[in-house]
């Protein structure tokens, strides 16, 4: 009895090993549209809730099962971004919400390094903060609009103006979250999702094309 317990062990210990280090191939663009339209939107609600270890396990999700992070590394960006976020709904004033930066950087560094994104993490982090501080005012659509086109291009190497479409749909959905519209949200969010998707395929053929030239 003893020594099939020690074997049990054993191969639960061998796949624990195997989960935590096998090599992952992390990138930005493994995202399934629908799967992280849908996460993202449950980061809103929960972060409206305060609810710190749904919104870690949801981010982990996210980190993990869409950008293929290893899991060390997905745990450690998922806690530094969900520090980063409820330090900004916490926040009194424009000063308290800006002490996000620190660990929101943080975690943009992990997923930069470990999907080789090459990021300015600077420039990403201000102007994911700075969305965050417009998606409460319906008057600044447009300055939520050309943040998160300018976040998405500078992420995925792409233009302003190609991530227009889909920051348009983005800044949707996190007004409609804001009034508590979830459903609507997700629709919204998951389509700006699959445009970017698309930008991304689109990219990856004309590559082929401009190295043959």
């Not at 624990?16 to 191939?25: K, L």
């Not at 450690?76 to 916490?90: G, K, M, P, Q, V």
């Not at 008057?139 to 291009?153: F, M, N, P, T, Y």
Request: positive net charge.
């Amino acid at each position: 009895m003893a020594s099939l317990f020690l074997r049990l062990l054993l191969v639960v210990m061998v796949a624990v090993a195997g989960y935590f280090f096998w090599p992952h191939r992390s990138s930005l663009n493994a995202f399934d549209p629908a799967r992280i339209g849908e996460l993202e939107v449950e980061v809103w609600r929960l972060a409206q809730q305060k609810n710190r270890r749904d919104l870690f396990f949801t981010l982990y999700r996210i980190a993990e099962g869409q950008y293929r992070l290893p899991p060390i590394a997905a745990i450690s960006n998922a806690w530094h971004t969900s520090d980063a976020i409820l330090t900004f709904e916490r926040g009194a004033d424009r000063a308290d919400q800006e002490r996000a930066i620190e660990p929101l950087q943080r975690a943009l560094v992990i997923l930069n390094e470990q999907t080789d994104a090459q990021l300015d993490v600077e420039v990403v982090t201000r102007l994911e903060l700075f969305a965050w501080m417009l998606s409460d005012d319906k008057s600044k659509h447009g300055q939520l609009v050309s943040a998160i086109a300018e976040k998405k291009a500078l992420s995925y190497r792409l233009s302003a103006g190609e991530c227009g479409p889909a920051a348009e749909e983005f800044a949707k959905a996190r007004r409609l979250a804001r009034e508590g519209r979830w459903n609507e949200a997700v629709k919204a969010n998951t389509g700006g999702w699959k445009r970017l998707k698309d930008l991304l395929a689109a990219q990856a053929q004309e590559k082929p094309a401009s190295t043959r030239k």
